[in-house]
């Protein structure tokens, strides 16, 4: 009887311990798979437009459009105005005026533009520390996971080989895409700026030469 006894409690102790075995792996693969899939959620969700192209983002390049849009269609107006001016009704005086209003529509534009710049900055500020945080958020979990690691490797490692190429690059790809749409926007804003002052100037020196001839013409009239 006793040996039987013996032969249970060995067999027993031999199923806990193997048993015992299979939940410490269970627990190793189960805190190996839960850091994995933070891992992967954390990069899909920066691979997501809410950081890749925010609706913020996008909304500000749609007023910049507007405004542009706008500032070309009040250049226009003006051009249309000289272009259709009467010469008998082409002077000095209405030239300055038009050149005025223009002078007028670029100032107020460049207000604008202005603020949105500032915007599309605060804009990136404000995405950036979203992705600050969020990458914050993935390393505390995973340390508070706290998965069974090979020798030589660390939670920070982790971070700097999973997660932070993906953060510099979304940051940089921002950067990038900011600096390069203002400066097309300024680029394209000067060019059409020269091209609308040469015509005002074009019309200023033929109102010019009009005015004198009226001029003349008027004295010739006075003299006959």
Not at 133 to 157: H, R, S
């Amino acid at each position: 009887m006793d040996q039987y006894y013996e032969s249970v409690v060995a067999s027993d102790k031999e199923k806990f311990e193997k048993h015992y075995e299979a939940w410490k792996d269970a627990v190793v693969r189960f805190h190996k798979l839960k850091q994995e899939d933070a891992i992967s959620k954390f990069l899909d969700t920066m691979n997501s437009l809410k950081f890749v192209n925010p609706q913020t983002r996008q909304d500000i390049f749609a007023e910049i459009r507007e405004e542009q849009r706008n500032l070309f269609d009040q250049r226009m107006s003006i051009i249309a105005e000289l272009a259709n001016c009467r010469p008998t009704q082409l002077t000095v005086t209405f030239v300055n005026q038009q050149e005025d209003k223009l002078r007028q529509y670029n100032d107020e534009s460049s207000i604008v533009f202005d603020k949105l710049v500032e915007s599309l900055a605060k804009d990136m500020e404000n995405t950036n520390e979203d992705i600050d945080l969020a990458e914050y958020d993935l390393k505390d979990f995973i340390v508070k996971n706290d998965a069974q690691l090979p020798e030589g490797l660390t939670f920070d490692i982790i971070m700097e080989r999973r997660a932070r190429p993906t953060v510099d690059r979304r940051k940089t790809e921002a950067k990038t895409l900011i600096s390069n749409s203002i400066m097309y926007m300024e680029q394209n804003d000067f060019k059409m700026s020269v091209i609308t002052q040469q015509i005002v100037n074009f019309y200023k020196q033929f109102a010019t030469k009009l005015d004198k001839n009226k001029e003349l013409l008027k004295k010739t009239e006075q003299d006959f």
